[in-house]
């Protein structure tokens, strides 16, 4: 199995993964011509996607969403809600509403050799999910944009080998940043985003020896660093009562808009 996040941010979001047969999407938060140039780095087209599975409905997360749908007719895999709120959204534009394979949460689904888990997230949208990918005995995940973890996030996210985590934001950054009052609140609420702090926090239940890479995602462009977030989650394991130190863990960034280092295994 390989991952590589395509880009990665407030801005838009887009996960690949797949095996030597099987290419899915996770979310398509960039424009179909930037998904494909991502794509092509990767030596794959649009064509070769097998699904995309959307997270929710905000704009960074669908915005291509609509042109590539049209152009492909790709499968579209999402829950219920987050089906209502997608073709709710004028700015998607018309879609083929039979791509729409509607799932729901901790129930398995397989696109060929692969199974994808769609698990539940506490955020500000109609209905989001993070994802758990297995491909035989390999496990990734992708969970970003959401406000707090519990102990059932935990226990979907342990024995992962590959995790993409939300770091969005510094604290003081976000505090003494020109982001106004309500926005600030919604962010740091428990329907917001995991700040860099509780992403390590998160990130000391789950870590384990043979866990190949944790990649830091969807960073604010406002309210964070890539260098903050790195060194503020690698302190928080350091702190912690876990016998690792801060170069113990294979730790990497995703970068805002532009291909990130891809993870095999």
Do not use: W
Request: charged content about 25%; proline content about 3%.
């Amino acid at each position: 199995m390989r991952m590589c996040s395509i880009a990665s941010g407030s801005s838009g979001n887009c996960i690949y993964a797949g095996s030597d047969t099987t290419h899915i999407l996770i979310d398509t938060g960039i424009s179909g011509k930037r998904t494909e140039k991502g794509l092509a780095e990767l030596d794959l087209s649009l064509r070769e996607i097998d699904g995309i599975f959307i997270t929710h409905e905000h704009a960074d997360h669908i915005q291509g969403l609509g042109v590539i749908s049209r152009k492909y007719q790709i499968p579209i895999y999402c829950t219920e809600g987050t089906k209502r709120a997608v073709l709710a959204d004028k700015r998607v534009g018309a879609m083929d509403e039979s791509l729409f394979q509607v799932i729901k949460p901790d129930q398995k689904y397989t696109v060929k050799d692969m199974m994808i888990t769609p698990i539940r997230i506490s955020h500000d949208a109609a209905e989001p999910v993070g994802y758990k990918i297995n491909y035989g005995k390999q496990k990734g995940a992708v969970v970003t944009d959401l406000g707090v973890y519990n102990d059932y996030i935990v226990e979907n996210l342990k024995d992962t080998d590959i995790l993409f985590l939300e770091a969005n934001h510094d604290v003081n950054m976000l505090l003494v940043g020109s982001y106004p009052y309500p926005l600030k609140q919604r962010i740091l609420g428990e329907r917001g985003h995991l700040s860099n702090e509780a992403s390590g926090q998160l990130l000391c239940r789950i870590l384990h020896d043979d866990m190949k890479a944790i990649v830091l995602s969807h960073l604010s462009e406002e309210n964070n660093l890539p260098e903050l977030a790195y060194e503020t989650v690698r302190a928080e394991v350091a702190m912690s009562h876990l016998p690792y130190k801060g170069g113990d863990f294979p730790l990497y960034v995703a970068k805002r808009s532009e291909l990130s280092d891809v993870i095999c295994i």
